[in-house]
């Protein structure tokens, strides 16, 4: 595909520890509710899915946020879910509930009689709304594409939607081990081929979501979530027209688990809020960079708190590469976009001090 | 008050790190709904309060759990929020969303009005309960008295019931700091007076359960759970009759912040199952007892891998004494009581290898 040269690199340079001139940001859901711009063409579309199936519409949302601040990056909009949505198992979003499948996975015999969709056919909406935004970036700045991990779909897959307890699906974890393997297997191969996808499709660094791995025990969560993102890390493109194109990997509560993370060869590990920066960075930074950690909640405080603790984070990280400013966990849909102004302000005020301003960062 | 001789000090001893003949059980929220002659007791009570209030009901239902198992500790039949009840801020328990406060705490004005209750008066029917519970145990087994932290109090006075962000609590300590140590110290103090209670009244060892001190970050959970979880600890009488009454601190999600916790002074943490309990000990062990740490969902699994995970927890701690069997949270209402058989015979099957049998154990 034919896209411009890109202007700003530092995500892509951070990510791989090299030296930038200031720290990077985006942030996880940085495209959604909390902005008025896309309640509008949310409202235009007339569902999520159907915002997420019109190239051009999603291609658009992925953009505002980068109209209206300054950031090192634009993450897809979609959603985690695309692909047992793909699988045939009738996804809605209720309204005050979230995702909710009509048909939930029940026996080993279900996981069996799943379907396998392809970048090519069912998911091909995907890839054409990477490519709407390649096309509209312009080069601006790298287009992270992304997934949920395939022991967040299969929670999501065998609850029906979210839940208190994920009762079922750590039962079929603890009560049937091989139907599990047989499901995360599925899910992981089905994940590398839809990632490989995006790359193809343009998409210059790549995410997975794994919303649900600090529900689990650390025994399954290295068997069933972890060993499953490795098959995918293994599995994918990491070089692209001559550019590495760096994994991300995000477990939330996954903080004792740095070290396996770090582990399976992925370039970043995401970090909720509840894990310091300094101390992630003495237990993993020689081997993956580091993307958070602000509390999203965190945007619902007075501005001199917010630059307060945006200069806190930038302290605890240090001097040097390999740092990725984000929040914790998704920007929440009642946050004030004046106050995503001020963080990233703050930011950018205070980060160049934490590196060497001669850094060769393309940069527009 | 008369009671009769301590037959089994299998809990007060592991809590002490004292030689015990096999590992001692109990489970949070043992007394409760998957047992059906609790719903029965719940029934006439007529509601969940009302059973709280009427100490001998309140016993009764105490005493369930351990007619049917071999139990080495009694809890105290009661709810973490008496305090913030006893307050004034209208509890109620809304069925499939758990505790509603029709009062909340809103300004800091709210907070400066707050009432201390006291366990000789609003409190005194918790108190009478302890009382009962120890007529009914004829020394059986020791009996737990406990309430929430006052995070985790705070917490549901502010956001009026349980949250997914924990946004309005957190706001609080975000803007108005000094508002939310006032709150806090209420709360602690609130609580030392309580459990002091509870101690005076007969509960023989005490659990602070700080359900939500894992959503903050390390800093606020230090600044504003841990730090008033130490206030309590320090006011806390720590004999009674001769003998040692531990303290055992619980935080849902506190796994990275061990250290911490046992510096409070604390007899005993509780752990979640994402600490393993190897790692537990080894960074902890040499200062304070360690419980946990079953995932309760264990508990929906087949018969074999109950005994299997049973025997893994063991294996994990290891030889010696300081181990409290657990969950690593509540028992969870749809649980088989057949299961919690299960477990228990496992783990009486396989402890006493980890021990040793000539320990002075006094048992029943």
Redesign the interface.
Same mark, same amino acid.
């Given at each position: 595909m034919s896209t411009s040269e890109l202007q700003n690199d530092r995500l892509l340079r951070a990510l791989q520890r090299q030296p930038v001139d200031r720290t990077p940001v985006w942030m996880m859901r940085q495209a959604g509710r909390y902005l008025p711009e896309y309640r509008e063409v949310r409202n235009q579309a007339g569902s999520f899915m159907g915002l997420c199936r019109t190239p051009e519409l999603a291609a658009r949302v992925t953009l505002q946020p980068l109209e209206r601040y300054d950031l090192d990056a634009a993450i897809l909009f979609s959603d985690i879910l695309t692909i047992p949505e793909a699988m045939g198992l009738g996804l809605e979003f209720v309204a005050g509930e979230g995702p909710v499948f009509e048909n939930r996975i029940k026996t080993a015999t279900d996981i069996d009689r799943l379907p396998r969709p392809s970048p090519d056919q069912e998911l091909r909406y995907v890839m054409d709304a990477v490519q709407a935004c390649r096309q509209e970036l312009k080069g601006r700045a790298p287009l992270i594409g992304f997934t949920g991990s395939p022991w967040t779909l299969a929670t999501y897959m065998i609850e029906g939607g979210s839940s208190k307890? #994920?009762?079922a699906s750590?039962?079929l974890l #603890?009560?049937e081990p091989e139907a599990a393997h047989r499901l995360m297997a599925k899910l992981a191969d089905t994940v590398a081929d839809y990632l490989s996808g995006q790359v193809e499709a343009g998409a210059q660094a790549l995410m997975l979501f794994d919303t649900w791995g *600090?529900v689990? /025990? +650390?025994q399954r969560y290295r068997e069933f979530s972890l060993a499953y993102m490795q098959r995918i890390v293994e599995q994918l493109p990491r070089e692209r027209d001559g550019r590495r194109v760096p994994v991300t990997l995000f477990t939330k *509560?996954g *903080? @004792?688990w740095l070290e396996d993370i770090a582990a399976t060869g992925c370039d970043g590990i995401g970090l909720d809020? !509840? !894990? +310091?920066l300094d101390e992630a960075r003495r237990r993993v930074g020689d081997q993956v960079a580091l993307q958070g950690n602000l /509390? +999203?909640?965190?945007l619902?405080?007075?501005p001199e708190?917010i630059r307060r603790e945006v200069r806190r984070c930038l302290a605890e990280f240090g001097h040097g590469p390999g740092h990725v400013f984000n929040l914790g966990h998704g920007v @929440?849909p009642?946050t004030p976009p004046e106050s995503v102004e001020t963080m990233i302000q703050a930011l950018h005020e205070s980060s160049p001090a934490y590196h060497d301003a001669t850094a060769p960062t393309a940069s527009s």
């Open positions: 307890t #994920y009762a750590k039962s #603890y009560n *600090g689990l /025990d +650390p *509560g *903080g @004792q809020w !509840t !894990t +310091p /509390d +999203p909640c965190m619902y405080a007075e708190v @929440q009642e």
